[in-house]
C-alpha cells in the first residue's frame, strides 16, 4: 500500500477516535477502516474493565460468534501464549500467535482446540492501553490458508491502538460525568444462578458456556437495562457474566494471589454503572456459580472516573485520597512526596478534570458516581 493512502486511512480511522462516540458506535465506525489498513478474516472487539482486563461488551465475527464459551474459558479460565492479559502488561502491547509460537501454532491450546477447526491461522492481538489503563481488545484473524500477519501489520496496529483506546476512554470518560441521574438508587443487589458444569483443566462441559438456571428479579431487571452489545451474537447471558464465571473457575485451580477476583463494573444503556461478583455455591445436586449484580458503589465508580480522564499513576493517587477527604499534610505523608509535588500533582489533576478546587473535584467525582 502506498504510503500517502496508508496515512490518509490512519488519519480517518484516528479521527473517528476523538469522535465521543459510545462503545458500539465506535467499533462500527473504526473495524471498517481498520480493515483497509490490515486485511483480516475475522475480528473479535471487546471493552474491559481495566481493574480487572474481564469484558464487559464485545463485537465478534463469523466464525468467531458461536466459540464465545471457549474463547472466555482459554482467556479467563487456563494458561496459553499471546493472551489479552499478558500484552496489556508487556512493553509492547501487540503481538501475533505465529510470533508467540515460534512458528509452531499447535503449541497454543487456542489454535489446536478453537481456531484450527474453524480454519483460522495466525491472529493478530492488542491490548488498548492508555496512561497505564487498558481499555479493550482486539484480535484480527486470517484463514489458515492465507499468509499470516507480517512486521508492517503490527507496526500499523501498534501505531493506531493508543487511539483506539483514547476512543473507549472517552466514552467511559462521557459516560462517567452524565452518570448521575441515571445511576439505580436503592437498588436491592440481584442474583444468577449459572450452572457451568464441573470445573476442569480441559474447560467447560458444555461448549456453550455456563447455563442460567435461575435469576432473582432485580437480576432479570438489571439484565433488561443492558445493551445488545452486551451480549455475544444469540447469548442469554451478557459477556461480562461469562467473563466472571470463568475467572472464577480459573481462582478456584490456581493460588488466589495470582489470579484476580472474578469481579467487573459494566454500565448499563442507561448510564448506570454496576458492579458483577461470582462465587461457587455448593450443595445438591452438584456445586454451581452465583452471580451477584448491585449498583457499583461511589469509590468504584469514583476510581474508574479518574482512570477514564487519562490521569498519571502519580496524580490518581492523590486525587484518590482527596476525594477520602486527606489534606495535603496526610497526602505528603502517606506518599512520602512533598506537600510543593502535591500541589503539583492536584494542579496537573485539576487541569485534567477541568476543575479548580478539591471541592469542585469531590463535587465531579460525586456527580459521577452518583449522590
Not at 467499533?27 to 481495566?50: H, I, K, N, Y
Not at 474459558?73 to 502488561?89: H, P
Not at 502519580?314 to 485520597?321: E, H, I, S
Request: glycine share 8%.
Amino acid at each position: 500500500m502506498a504510503a500517502s493512502l496508508l496515512d490518509r486511512r490512519t488519519a480517518g480511522l484516528v479521527d473517528r477516535c476523538y469522535a465521543g462516540s459510545d462503545p458500539a458506535r465506535l467499533r462500527a465506525e473504526v473495524l471498517p477502516r481498520l480493515r483497509r489498513l490490515v486485511p483480516a478474516d475475522a475480528v473479535f472487539f471487546a471493552t474491559v474493565d481495566p481493574a480487572s482486563l474481564l469484558f464487559t461488551s464485545v463485537a465478534t465475527e463469523e466464525p468467531l460468534a458461536g466459540e464465545t464459551a471457549r474463547f472466555l474459558e482459554n482467556e479467563f479460565g487456563r494458561s496459553d501464549v499471546n493472551k489479552f492479559a499478558d500484552l496489556a502488561r508487556a512493553a509492547d502491547p501487540v503481538g501475533t500467535l505465529g510470533r508467540a509460537t515460534r512458528g509452531d501454532l499447535g503449541a497454543s491450546p487456542r489454535y489446536r482446540e478453537i481456531m484450527a477447526p474453524l480454519g483460522l491461522g495466525d491472529e493478530l492481538r492488542v491490548a488498548l492501553r492508555l496512561g497505564g489503563c487498558c481499555w479493550g481488545v482486539l484480535c484480527l484473524h486470517r484463514e489458515r490458508a492465507g499468509s499470516g500477519f507480517d512486521g508492517g501489520d503490527v507496526a500499523v496496529l501498534r501505531a493506531v491502538a493508543p487511539h483506539l483506546a483514547e476512543g473507549i476512554r472517552r466514552s467511559v470518560a462521557l459516560g462517567l460525568a452524565g452518570s448521575a441521574a441515571a445511576q439505580p438508587r436503592a437498588a436491592a443487589p440481584g442474583v444468577l444462578v449459572l450452572d457451568a458444569g464441573p470445573v476442569s483443566a480441559a474447560g467447560p462441559a458444555s461448549d456453550a458456556g455456563p447455563v442460567l438456571l435461575s435469576a432473582s428479579e432485580e437480576a432479570r431487571d438489571w439484565l433488561a437495562r443492558l445493551e445488545p452489545a452486551d451480549f455475544p451474537p444469540g447469548a442469554r447471558l451478557p459477556i461480562a457474566v461469562s467473563a466472571v464465571a470463568a475467572r472464577l473457575a480459573r481462582l478456584e485451580r490456581e493460588p488466589a494471589d495470582a489470579v484476580p477476583p472474578p469481579s467487573v463494573r459494566v454500565r448499563d444503556r442507561f448510564g448506570g454503572w454496576w458492579s458483577l461478583h461470582a462465587t461457587r455455591l455448593t450443595g445438591a445436586p452438584r456445586p454451581q456459580i452465583a452471580v451477584v449484580v448491585e449498583p457499583a458503589p461511589p469509590q468504584q465508580r469514583s476510581t474508574l472516573l479518574l482512570s477514564a480522564y487519562g490521569l498519571s499513576p502519580a496524580q490518581n493517587r492523590v486525587a484518590t485520597l482527596v476525594l477520602r477527604g486527606c489534606s495535603t499534610r496526610e497526602i505528603s505523608a502517606e506518599l512520602c512526596i512533598s506537600a510543593n509535588t502535591v500541589q503539583e500533582h492536584l494542579t496537573a489533576v485539576f487541569d485534567r478534570l477541568g476543575v479548580r478546587s478539591r471541592r469542585e473535584l469531590v463535587a465531579l467525582a460525586l456527580a459521577g458516581a452518583g449522590r
